[in-house]
């Protein structure tokens, strides 16, 4: 009862603050993206995600053990496919020597205690960009889900620690997992973006790769047939927990802060690691507000990526990883 209750007790200064302090963000918290292109000495900053780059695999040793030395101990891999080995079909993922499973090595060589996360789905690979293939004017779902299945044994030949199927296909988890274990990778872990939405803070990432969905008469605009609707919250759970049932190791939610709501009922409601991916859009906002001085940059990067970890993120995949290790060591 006021006034033997004073609040603001518990907030007079740092010592007491950091006493009481329910959410404390640490190095451990992070998952990388690393953006991997083909050729060499290449370091280049993506248009909309500044200070953000996409790396050749001869720099990308040099990135990896400067991640590891902060005390990030895992990545998640993407890669920007030439042009002219897209297809339908996304063949060049199956290939042995193509640039996702050079780069599994590389990482693997440079630090073999780094988590290996590498994405799988169709769209870096698809003359559409899109995550399955396109046919009269849909995504096949049991054809393309077959594809990740071949795709993740791949990563997982190649040294992958984990695969993270982010394409939204139904019945995908079961068919990765039951492939993974018909090929001995009992150990390979699957981190399912499990409740992926429609989302258009997407963009950036799409430049970085170059991946956006064509514009064809007959290829989908959008991802709206795979990806969830931004309006649904009880579907969230409903993926979620079939993923699990499917074999999902860890589950996210995607994209991050404008879905806080997702992530804690889900945090509430399952057994398993909840992941968050902070996606490019939620990057390049704060870049663009802080370059103009509008926002105080790191001041909010803290204060986003204690909200996500607040709301119920186990681990957080994040543009600011490394600002966030800068800030708090
Ligand atoms: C593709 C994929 C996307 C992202 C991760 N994997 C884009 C999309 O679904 O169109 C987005 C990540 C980001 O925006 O940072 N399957």
């Known amino acids: 009862m006021y006034p033997l209750r004073r609040n603001r007790r518990l907030r007079n200064n740092e010592a007491i603050r950091s ?3 329910e959410t404390i963000v640490t190095p451990n918290d992070f998952l990388v993206p690393l953006f991997i292109v083909e050729g060499s000495g290449i370091k280049d900053e993506i248009a909309s995600m500044p200070n953000y780059y996409r790396y050749s695999l001869d720099l990308l040793t040099k990135e990896v053990k400067e991640l590891w030395s902060l005390g990030l101990k895992g990545v998640l891999l993407f890669v920007k496919v030439p042009d002219q080995l897209k297809d339908n079909k996304g063949t060049e993922a199956l290939n042995p020597d193509g640039l ?27 003359n559409f960009g899109h995550d399955g293939i396109v046919s009269e004017g849909k995504i096949l779902n049991d054809e393309t889900a077959k594809i990740l299945a071949e795709m993740s044994v791949s990563h997982a030949s190649a040294g992958a620690n984990f695969v993270a199927p982010s394409d939204m296909m139904d019945g995908r988890i079961l068919s990765i997992r039951t492939a993974l274990e018909n090929e001995g990778f009992t150990d390979t872990g699957i981190m399912s973006y499990s409740a992926k939405y429609a989302s ?17 008469m007959d290829v989908p605009k959008d991802k709206k047939t795979y990806q969830m609707d931004p309006a649904n919250r009880d579907e969230a759970i409903k993926e979620t927990l079939m993923d699990i049932e499917e074999g999902a ?21 399952v057994d398993v690691p909840v992941a968050v991916y902070q996606v490019s859009g939620e990057y390049a906002m704060l870049k663009a507000a ?31 990883a490394k600002d966030v290790v800068r800030l708090i060591s």
């Open 19 to 21: 006493l009481v302090r």
């Open 290 to 320: 802080a370059q103009k001085g509008w926002l105080d940059h790191d001041a909010v990067v803290m204060e986003q990526v204690t909200s996500i970890k607040r709301a119920g993120a186990h681990m957080i995949a994040s543009y600011f």
């Open 249 to 269: 190791d860890i589950v996210m939610v995607k994209p991050g802060l404008a879905y806080l709501d997702i992530v804690r009922d889900i945090r509430n409601t």
């Open 100 to 126: 996702m499973q050079r780069a599994i090595k590389v990482v693997k060589n440079a630090v073999p205690e780094m988590l290996v996360m590498t994405d799988v789905a169709l769209d870096p690979y698809s």
């Open 200 to 216: 258009a803070f997407y963009g950036p990432f799409r430049d970085a790769l170059d991946s956006a969905p064509v514009d064809l």
